[in-house]
Every structure is written in structure tokens, then in C-alpha cells.
């Protein structure tokens, strides 16, 4: 489970996150909705650990992340906005890298490594050094990469942009038996089309708060509107939150 209580960040003038609170669960996607500039990415990194909220608490399994970055990190993969990955390492190389810096001896991070590759259908590309990978090759090594401790949590920053339709297909799948299989899945996006297809829960934020939350049928039937994209629109312009 991944919960943020009262988050709020500034940097210099800027109120980037501000009392920002919800709760991500066991078993379920979370989506966390909201336009360009609306405190997405900021929220996620204050929740992995990447930058330290001024004020409130991010909370992973109950960890919290200010308090004990090390054991937050244990419980959670991420996939950040870039994919950050050795360009002269191969797929595979890079995925058990990873392993190893969460703890795994070499032989279990390769073999952990191996079963990805396979669960992910890297085949054609594992063996091939990073660099001059597609954007589909570099989400699938990403994605991998941060599955490779086997974390319950999962946090991805907008992981569908700039995929092929059979990439964003493919990765749809994996985090539809992810959830099936217990996880809980925290993703940021601006993409409707997302939202609908995965989301089981959606958190709406604009200007760096908390505007709504609920399922996608809470938030339509709230807002009066027949499609997301229409209650999104309403939900931003108006800055009106619904329980």
C-alpha cells in the first residue's frame, strides 16, 4: 500500500504539491490524473524517496519514507519519466545491475533477470547493449529493472508516452496480472484512455492539489458528465473536489 498524508513541497516561489493526501491499495491501479504542471511527478518523487516533502508524511506498507528511505525503497520498483539506462550495458546486464544493488547475489540477479526477459518478452533484444534501444525496448528494460527485487509496490511516471499501440497493449497486460496477483499500482498520466482501460481507483490533482478521488464511475456520475474526459475537464476547471 502507498499513502501520501498532507504532502506539500515548494520550491522557491513555486507551491508545486500542496496538502496533497491519498491512499494507493493492495490489489489495485491507482491513477493519478491531472495536466502538465499539475504536481504529478513531484508527488511520486517525494513518495520513492527522490526529494524530501516539506511538510506531511509518504508512507510505503506503513514505512515511512523520511524516516527509513532504505526499507521504502525495498518495497517499491519505479519506472521514472526516463529510463536511465547504461547505454553500453545489454538488457539483461542492465535488469541484473539492478538485483544486485537491491541485494541479490550475481547468480540470483541473473537468473531473476532471466525470468523477466521471459515474462516481458525481451528475447530479441536482451543480449543487445542499450544503446540505440527504441522507446518500447527502453520501457520494457525499465520496467524490468524495477520488478527485478520482486517490490509489491509499483510506481510509474507516465510510462505509456511515446509507445507503439502493441507496446502500450503488452504493458496494459503486465500490470492487469500485476494487480490480479496482489500488487499495488501507483501511475501518473494525462491519457484518458488509460484511465479507462486500468484505472481502478483515480486521483485528480490540478495546481499542486487534490481536486478528486474515487473510481472513474464515481467521478462521471459526481460531475454529471458521460465521459471521463469531460468530468476531467470539469473537475480541473473548476478546482471543485469530491469526496
Given at each position: 500500500?502507498?499513502?501520501?498524508?498532507?504532502?506539500?513541497?515548494?520550491?522557491?516561489?513555486?507551491?508545486?504539491?500542496?496538502?496533497?493526501?491519498?491512499?494507493?491499495?493492495?490489489?489495485?491501479?491507482?491513477g493519478l490524473?491531472g495536466?502538465?504542471?499539475?504536481?504529478?511527478?513531484?508527488?511520486?518523487?517525494?513518495?520513492?524517496?527522490?526529494?524530501?516533502?516539506?511538510t506531511?508524511?509518504a508512507?510505503?506498507?506503513?514505512?515511512?519514507?523520511?524516516?527509513?528511505?532504505?526499507?521504502?525503497?525495498?518495497?517499491?520498483?519505479?519506472?521514472?519519466?526516463?529510463?536511465?539506462?547504461?547505454?553500453?550495458l545489454?538488457?539483461?546486464?542492465?535488469?541484473?545491475?539492478?538485483?544486485?544493488?537491491?541485494?541479490?547475489?550475481?547468480?540470483?540477479?541473473?537468473?531473476?533477470?532471466?525470468?523477466?526477459?521471459?515474462?516481458?518478452?525481451?528475447?530479441?533484444?536482451?543480449?543487445r547493449?542499450a544503446?540505440?534501444?527504441?522507446?518500447?525496448?527502453?520501457?520494457?528494460t525499465?520496467?524490468?529493472?524495477?520488478?527485478?527485487?520482486?517490490?509489491?509496490?509499483?510506481?510509474?511516471?507516465?510510462?505509456?508516452?511515446?509507445?507503439?499501440?502493441?507496446?502500450?497493449?503488452?504493458?496494459?497486460?503486465?500490470?492487469?496480472?500485476?494487480?490480479?496477483?496482489?500488487?499495488?499500482?501507483?501511475f501518473?498520466?494525462?491519457?484518458?484512455?488509460?484511465?479507462?482501460?486500468?484505472?481502478?481507483?483515480?486521483?485528480?490533482?490540478?495546481?499542486?492539489?487534490?481536486?478528486?478521488?474515487?473510481?472513474?464511475?464515481?467521478?462521471?456520475?459526481?460531475t454529471?458528465?458521460a465521459?471521463?474526459?469531460?468530468?476531467?475537464?470539469?473537475?480541473?476547471g473548476?478546482?471543485?473536489?469530491?469526496a
Amino acid at each position: 500500500m502507498i499513502e501520501a498524508r498532507h504532502l506539500s513541497k515548494r520550491f522557491g516561489a513555486v507551491q508545486a504539491v500542496h496538502e496533497v493526501s491519498f491512499v494507493a491499495a493492495d490489489g489495485r491501479i491507482t491513477g493519478l490524473l491531472g495536466p502538465n504542471g499539475a504536481g504529478k511527478s513531484t508527488t511520486l518523487r517525494m513518495l520513492c524517496t527522490v526529494l524530501r516533502a516539506d511538510t506531511g508524511a509518504a508512507l510505503i506498507d506503513g514505512i515511512d519514507v523520511a524516516r527509513d528511505p532504505l526499507e521504502a525503497r525495498r518495497r517499491i520498483g519505479v519506472l521514472s519519466h526516463a529510463s536511465g539506462l547504461y547505454p553500453r550495458l545489454t538488457a539483461r546486464e542492465n535488469i541484473a545491475y539492478f538485483g544486485e544493488l537491491h541485494g541479490l547475489s550475481r547468480a540470483a540477479s541473473f537468473a531473476r533477470a532471466d525470468e523477466l526477459v521471459a515474462r516481458l518478452e525481451l528475447g530479441d533484444f536482451a543480449d543487445r547493449r542499450a544503446k540505440g534501444f527504441s522507446q518500447g525496448q527502453k520501457l520494457k528494460t525499465a520496467l524490468a529493472r524495477a520488478l527485478v527485487h520482486a517490490p509489491r509496490n509499483l510506481v510509474l511516471d507516465e510510462p505509456t508516452n511515446g509507445l507503439d499501440v502493441m507496446a502500450v497493449r503488452s504493458l496494459r497486460r503486465l500490470l492487469s496480472d500485476l494487480r490480479t496477483a496482489g500488487h499495488c499500482i501507483l501511475f501518473s498520466t494525462h491519457v484518458m484512455q488509460e484511465v479507462s482501460a486500468l484505472c481502478d481507483d483515480v486521483v485528480v490533482i490540478a495546481r499542486g492539489t487534490v481536486v478528486a478521488q474515487g473510481a472513474p464511475e464515481a467521478l462521471r456520475s459526481g460531475t454529471g458528465q458521460a465521459g471521463l474526459e469531460d468530468a476531467f475537464v470539469q473537475l480541473i476547471g473548476s478546482g471543485e473536489g469530491l469526496a
